[in-house]
């Protein structure tokens, strides 16, 4: 069994994304193929965890114990498919609070190093936005994209980025990385 870890985006990548935010539990619908995804690094030995701006809370749109509920739904919606988090931490924060930790600032990646005890040289970091991809590049992990969520406009963005894996969707960048 390896030790590997990668770290994954929440909204757009494991769920469907809203323009108005994922609000509440009932709001929460993951997209085909991301459960399954996330067993397939489980049972391939990978660690897993979720990096995620949550600015909805300091914004006033929902609650920590709306979002607490969200990430009740998803745990159990991964458990249930046979996978597991092993670590999720979120930003709170609005872009004007200017904190270490709201991608692309790398404060929640070098947590997630810290709480795993793991380097993020290479790790891969699965994301939708530049936000993810810069976060990834600040810390030195390698960011993969995903088309899902707002996937398809961040590749259009893209000038030249050959450090950018692009995958249609985290199934595919489970079988690329497990080779399952």
């Not at 809203?18 to 009932?26: F, G, L, M, R």
């Not at 701006?53 to 998803?74: P, T, V």
Request: charged share 20%.
């Amino acid at each position: 069994m390896n030790n590997q870890v990668v770290i994954l985006d929440r909204d757009g990548v494991i769920n469907h994304d809203s323009p108005d935010y994922i609000k509440n539990a009932d709001e929460w619908h993951p997209i085909a193929g991301s459960l399954e995804a996330i067993a397939r690094f489980k049972q391939a030995g990978w660690r897993v965890a979720i990096a995620s701006n949550q600015a909805g809370i300091a914004r006033g749109l929902f609650s920590q114990a709306d979002l607490d509920a969200i990430h009740a739904r998803m745990l159990a919606a991964v458990k249930n498919a046979g996978g597991e988090i092993d670590l999720l931490v979120y930003c709170p924060h609005r872009p004007e609070d200017h904190c270490d930790c709201r991608k692309p600032a790398p404060g929640l990646l070098r947590e997630i190093g810290h709480r795993l005890n793991v380097g993020l040289q290479g790790v891969p970091f699965v994301g939708d936005t530049l936000k993810d991809i810069n976060a990834a590049r600040a810390v030195g992990a390698r960011p993969l994209l995903v088309r899902t969520g707002q996937g398809e406009a961040t590749l259009a963005a893209l000038d030249s980025a050959p450090d950018v894996a692009v995958f249609s969707d985290l199934a595919a960048v489970a079988d690329h990385l497990t080779g399952q």
